[in-house]
């Protein structure tokens, strides 16, 4: 039966993970990591001659992941990396092929080994019960998914199944918790935002939401009739009445799926001279949009990690209305650094 597989990434590695259809680990000091034998012993030796700084509460925790990606993945077993960049849960399937793969000779943060994944499916958080997403958040590089493999591979696969044996690994040390207790309290919280606003806003509730924040951080806005607003949403100045430059032209979708650049360049096609665009989305935007912007001084993209971002500094000042609707409340976490 085919082990279901949990694996993060830090985005600058993640962002090509789909494109190059692989997964990557780290431990660059310690070479090709496929030719470590199948011992978890040797392995926190090299471990620990490699990285000398290491804590020694956190080899042994490391020491399985390597010996996981390096011994245990097997060519069919399923994959689920959590994207952060994009907010997707991404499904895919091992090929079975290890790669190791140098990049610049003083990196000693690179994430050269990896193994490669035919993708299945990608999917918005949205779509998965907060549980599913808290198994997801562990504080493992990579670890077995347990509890929710049904509800991850019948996305791609309703006829997949299987619950993989128990872990036997060492506990992560107390930093190791504490920084994962911080990230999942964010995450939850941000996917609980997001997931209110979809489920509970309808399209024209959404743009009327987005119209209130913007007021809230201080742009006098309107909202434009729904029949004849020519894909713009919101229209938002810097003075009270409205009639001096910039006026920025706002376009609201409040889907979780990814934008792409042909829904941009239609809000890029309504500017004229003394006018920009802000397009506001729950989900994210594919790279070659966020490329636009940054060519682009006349666009800017609030995504859905940005726009939570944007809720929770200015939450106080919300209307009563959407503070009812979003109900949250200020608790301390870990902060590591």
């Not at 030796?45 to 990285?51: C, F, H, L, P, Q």
């Not at 080899?59 to 399923?78: K, L, S």
């Not at 949205?126 to 599913?132: H, I, P, R």
């Not at 040390?173 to 806003?201: G, P, Y």
Request: aromatic content about 8%.
């Amino acid at each position: 039966m085919p082990n279901v597989w949990g694996l993060h990434m830090p985005i600058g590695i993640g962002l090509d993970a789909i494109d190059k259809r692989r997964v990557s680990i780290g431990w660059a000091k310690m070479g090709d990591l496929s030719k470590l034998p199948k011992d978890r012993e040797a392995i926190k030796t090299a471990i620990a001659t490699a990285y000398p700084e290491k804590k020694q509460g956190a080899i042994p925790v490391e020491a399985g992941v390597i010996y996981r990606f390096v011994h245990e993945i097997n060519a069919g077993d399923y994959v689920v990396y959590p994207s952060k960049h994009d907010r997707m849960v991404n499904i895919g399937k091992f090929t079975g092929e290890f790669i190791y793969e140098t990049g610049p000779a003083d990196d000693d943060d690179g994430f050269p080994n990896s193994r490669t994944v035919e993708w299945l499916g990608h999917f918005p958080r949205s779509e998965f019960n907060q549980s599913a997403l808290y198994e997801i958040g562990s504080f493992i590089t990579l670890f077995r998914i347990k509890n929710h493999t049904a509800e991850f591979l019948g996305k791609i696969d309703p006829s997949a199944s299987g619950e993989p044996e128990d872990d036997q690994d060492a506990l992560p040390d107390d930093d190791s918790v504490s920084s994962t207790v911080t990230r999942q309290a964010e995450e939850t919280t941000e996917d609980f935002v997001i997931k209110r606003i979809h489920e509970r806003l309808s399209g024209h509730e959404f743009e009327h939401f987005i119209a209130h924040l913007l007021e809230r951080m201080g742009y006098t806005v309107r909202v434009t009739q729904k029949s004849s607003d020519g894909g713009i949403d919101v229209i938002a100045h810097n003075d009270k009445l409205g009639f001096e430059p910039p006026i920025i032209k706002v376009q609201c979708k409040r889907t979780t799926s990814q934008i792409n650049e042909t829904q941009v360049r239609e809000l890029l096609g309504t500017l004229v001279e003394g006018e920009y665009g802000l397009f506001v989305t729950l989900g994210a935007f594919a790279p070659k949009v966020r490329q636009s912007e940054r060519n682009l001084s006349k666009l800017r993209l609030i995504d859905g990690e940005q726009l939570f971002d944007l809720i929770v500094k200015h939450y106080a000042e919300l209307s009563p209305r959407y503070r009812t609707l979003i109900p949250l409340r200020q608790i301390y976490v870990p902060d590591l650094g």
